[in-house]
């Protein structure tokens, strides 16, 4: 095509490449951070209930999850969002608080979508280099952008800011502190206090992870009731359908299913993480359900992920400073970690 249709931000612009989702059958799959478990049974259900309502438009605003975030949180309804997973939370963030030509900031490495929901806004990125502990960059210190994301526990690094260090960020920020914590059931902390006690943040949550509903795509934000009421203006009029509102609401209900699985996922990590040391690998604490890793001298990561999938088993390896020496590997079941294991030793050469 000789003529471009499209904005220029656009046109110039690379997307956002998710992890590979192999069709083959038998692939161990480590590379998306997908809970190995099911979810709650209470989630067919309720699905299953609701498949004779296809004909009718979903509930608009999904109060009925909704209602479960509020009385989880204990806050007001009106300060709960729900998206088509979070990252269509992140997406209405930079709609409703980035003018074209103004910068969004956050740590680097991190997820990349938030430079690329920038870049689509025709926004700049602001990235502030982690240093080399992972604790909060000083250069983010107030910031004047009017939007700073900050993905906590991060994700490639699995690591965990402490809450106080994100109250102090937000209390120097002029603009807007999106706290996404995706991968925090998995973690030892977390930010949601300051969703209630700061006007200036929003807490944004995934069902993805810790509640086995990747492939349903539900996500939440928790907020000031005058944020909230702003991305509420800007989000799709029926942005949940009427199954994943049922199976949302279903999981968040049942609590201790979802912290079963969450255990289960943790022990799996420390004696991954262990076993990974006696080969090695040099791994960063992890707060989240993967774990970066480096492997031992003589081996590089991309050669690492290379013997890996000749293996038929998948995991992430990201070519970004910092963190191309390391490979991204989703915490499985403990079948599937010895798997790993073992071919890591055989591709080591180590019995």
Same mark, same amino acid.
């Given at each position: 095509?000789?003529?471009?249709?499209?904005?220029?931000?656009?046109?110039?612009?690379?997307?956002?490449?998710?992890?590979?989702?192999?069709?083959?059958?038998?692939?161990?799959?480590?590379?998306?951070?997908?809970?190995?478990?099911?979810?709650?049974?209470?989630?067919?259900?309720?699905?299953?209930?609701?498949?004779?309502?296809?004909?009718?438009?979903?509930?608009?605003?999904?109060?009925?999850?909704?209602?479960?975030?509020?009385?989880?949180?204990?806050?007001?309804?009106?300060?709960?969002?729900?998206?088509?997973? +979070?990252?269509?939370?992140?997406?209405?963030?930079?709609?409703?608080?980035?003018?074209?030509?103004?910068?969004?900031?956050?740590?680097?490495?991190?997820?990349?979508?938030?430079?690329?929901?920038?870049?689509?806004?025709?926004?700049?990125?602001?990235?502030?280099?982690?240093?080399?502990?992972?604790?909060?960059?000083?250069?983010?210190?107030?910031?004047?952008?009017?939007?700073?994301?900050?993905?906590?526990?991060?994700?490639?690094?699995?690591?965990?800011?402490?809450?106080?260090?994100? +109250?102090?960020?937000?209390?120097?920020?002029?603009?807007?502190?999106?706290?996404?914590?995706?991968?925090?059931?998995?973690?030892?902390?977390?930010?949601?206090?300051?969703?209630?006690?700061?006007?200036?943040?929003?807490?944004?949550?995934?069902?993805?992870?810790?509640? +086995?509903?990747?492939?349903?795509?539900?996500?939440?934000?928790?907020?000031?009731?005058?944020?909230?009421?702003?991305?509420?203006?800007?989000?799709?009029?029926?942005?949940?359908?009427?199954?994943?509102?049922?199976?949302?609401?279903?999981?968040?209900?049942?609590?201790?299913?979802?912290?079963?699985?969450?255990?289960?996922?943790?022990?799996?990590?420390?004696?991954?993480?262990?076993?990974?040391?006696?080969? +090695?690998?040099?791994?960063?604490?992890?707060?989240?359900?993967?774990?970066?890793?480096?492997?031992?001298?003589?081996?590089?990561?991309?050669?690492?992920?290379?013997?890996?999938?000749?293996?038929?088993?998948?995991?992430?390896?990201?070519?970004?400073?910092?963190?191309?020496?390391?490979?991204?590997?989703?915490?499985?079941?403990?079948?599937?970690?010895?798997?790993?294991?073992?071919?890591?030793?055989?591709?080591?050469?180590?019995?």
């Amino acid at each position: 095509m000789s003529k471009s249709y499209f904005r220029e931000a656009i046109e110039r612009m690379e997307g956002y490449v998710p992890g590979l989702q192999p069709k083959a059958a038998g692939v161990v799959k480590l590379n998306t951070n997908e809970n190995p478990y099911p979810p709650s049974p209470a989630v067919l259900e309720a699905i299953q209930a609701e498949l004779g309502q296809l004909g009718r438009y979903p509930d608009p605003m999904a109060e009925a999850v909704r209602e479960q975030v509020a009385k989880l949180f204990e806050v007001g309804s009106g300060n709960v969002i729900i998206g088509n997973g +979070s990252d269509e939370l992140l997406n209405l963030a930079v709609r409703a608080f980035v003018e074209p030509g103004q910068s969004v900031s956050f740590p680097h490495p991190t997820y990349t979508l938030y430079n690329v929901l920038a870049n689509i806004q025709g926004a700049k990125s602001r990235p502030v280099p982690f240093p080399d502990d992972w604790s909060l960059p000083e250069g983010l210190f107030g910031n004047d952008s009017p939007l700073t994301f900050l993905s906590n526990p991060n994700s490639p690094t699995a690591t965990l800011v402490q809450p106080s260090e994100v +109250s102090r960020l937000a209390e120097t920020l002029s603009g807007v502190l999106v706290v996404d914590e995706a991968y925090v059931d998995f973690a030892d902390a977390d930010c949601m206090a300051l969703a209630r006690e700061r006007e200036n943040v929003i807490v944004m949550r995934t069902l993805s992870k810790s509640y +086995s509903l990747a492939g349903l795509r539900l996500g939440f934000a928790v907020a000031p009731e005058a944020l909230i009421a702003g991305l509420m203006k800007i989000k799709d009029s029926y942005n949940i359908d009427r199954l994943a509102a049922a199976g949302g609401a279903a999981a968040l209900a049942d609590q201790a299913h979802m912290k079963s699985n969450i255990e289960k996922v943790k022990a799996t990590r420390e004696r991954l993480v262990v076993e990974l040391d006696k080969l +090695s690998f040099s791994t960063l604490p992890s707060q989240a359900n993967f774990v970066l890793s480096r492997p031992p001298e003589g081996v590089t990561a991309r050669a690492y992920y290379d013997k890996l999938w000749e293996r038929r088993i998948l995991v992430r390896w990201l070519d970004e400073p910092r963190v191309r020496e390391y490979a991204r590997i989703t915490v499985g079941t403990d079948e599937e970690m010895d798997k790993l294991l073992a071919a890591t030793r055989e591709i080591l050469g180590v019995r």
